[in-house]
């Protein structure tokens, strides 16, 4: 099979389903997110040393593709070809954000991203995955199952990164670098 098709050179791809819509139409925009949260996430699993850190952003990953898939298809009767959401990962992220949380200093003021390099890199999944929740948000019109459940998984992602981009800090060290709003402000 080739990679390349060229049936998207004019702009426009298909969804799962067939429909034909352009390359930048909400949809796709969504899925794309998606994507490209996923990418980053497989960078952190390369990076990071924790076999249970590791193991749980491969079972985040799986399910991205899976929410990738469904936000492509349209028609809900495809959706039953597909493989069926993980129901459980959402609280198996809440689960890992406590317990991480559980070994964090009490958040008292923003934080700036960075730290070390493997924060960055969550902090950069978090701020990609919270482009795709918003990105999926205006699909919640037309399809109940954007709310009930791509848009929490993507909630949770982004608080999980979060999370995570501390926990990694904290774990080599290095401290937080806080958001000092006055050295914001213009001098007179």
């Not at 929410?67 to 992220?93: C, F, N």
Request: aromatic share 6%; proline share 7%.
């Amino acid at each position: 099979m080739k990679v390349y098709t060229r049936k998207g050179d004019d702009g426009k791809t298909h969804l799962f389903g067939g429909r034909r819509v352009a390359k930048n139409a909400p949809r796709i925009e969504a899925y794309g997110a998606v994507d490209e949260t996923n990418s980053w996430l497989g960078l952190l699993r390369d990076v990071i040393e924790d076999d249970g850190l590791r193991e749980l952003l491969l079972r985040i990953q799986q399910e991205a593709f899976v929410v990738g898939a469904h936000l492509a298809t349209v028609k809900p009767e495809l959706r039953e070809k597909l493989p069926a959401p993980d129901e459980d990962i959402v609280g198996a992220m809440e689960a890992a954000i406590d317990r991480m949380d559980a070994d964090l200093p009490p958040l008292k003021t923003f934080i700036l991203p960075g730290g070390h390099p493997h924060a960055s890199y969550a902090h950069i999944a978090r701020t990609v995955c919270r482009r795709a929740e918003r990105a999926a948000v205006p699909l919640l019109e037309d399809d109940p199952w954007v709310g009930r459940y791509a848009l929490p998984f993507l909630n949770r992602l982004s608080d999980l990164l979060f999370v995570l981009a501390r926990y990694l800090v904290h774990r080599r060290g290095q401290k937080e670098i806080p958001w000092q709003p006055e050295r914001s402000q213009p001098s007179a």
